[in-house]
């Protein structure tokens, strides 16, 4: 696991994941026209801290938590499944 993953965990802890899987997809975006560095990620979170909370709601709760590392130009593209625990159950 790289700084950049270890980062982005640490900044998601206070949702109290019960699953986060994290896919580093830099590698195909490198040499991209407008590509200046920060990584690419594929995001699940499974909290229920995104009880009662909409589809929109739940990504922008991730993004401010992570909000310094694209600020930092660490990460410059996300895509993120954010569920609860009985979402995700259900899915499986």
């Known amino acids: 696991m790289t700084d950049i993953q270890t980062a982005i965990r640490m900044h998601l ?7 986060l899987e994290l896919i580093d997809d830099s590698h195909l975006h490198a040499g991209h026209k407008g590509h200046h560095g920060g990584g690419h990620y594929r995001l699940l979170v499974v909290s229920d801290a995104f009880n009662g909370l909409s589809r929109l709601a739940r ?4 993004h401010q ?4 590392l694209f600020k930092a130009n660490t990460i410059h593209a996300l895509s ?3 569920c609860t625990n009985s979402e995700y159950l259900t899915k499986q």
Do not use: E, F, T, W
């Open 13 to 19: 802890q206070s949702l109290n994941p019960v699953q």
């Open 59 to 62: 990504q922008r709760k991730v």
């Open 65 to 68: 938590l992570l909000k310094d």
């Open 80 to 82: 993120i499944i954010a």
